[in-house]
């Protein structure tokens, strides 16, 4: 899937769906925690680790 949504803003350099600035290229977003009450218990499950991420990690 490589279609621009441009109505997310994405910050997210180091994943693979990440375009330009702030650009996102994946076709679908699923976001969770379902039970999230504040901005920092959210997580982007769409996001995907890029093969030139800086300081990479696995993200399990």
């Known amino acids: 899937m490589n279609k621009e949504i441009h109505e997310i803003t994405c910050?997210?350099?180091n994943c693979v769906y990440h375009k330009g600035t702030t650009?996102?290229?994946a076709g679908t977003i699923e976001v969770g925690n379902s039970t999230a009450c504040k901005c920092g218990e959210t997580q982007c499950s769409t996001f995907k680790?890029?093969?030139t991420a800086t300081g990479k990690t696995t993200c399990d």
Do not use: H, R
Request: charged share 20%; hydrophobic share 35%.
């Open 23 to 25: 650009s996102c290229t």
């Open 11 to 13: 910050f997210a350099k």
């Open 49 to 51: 680790l890029n093969d």
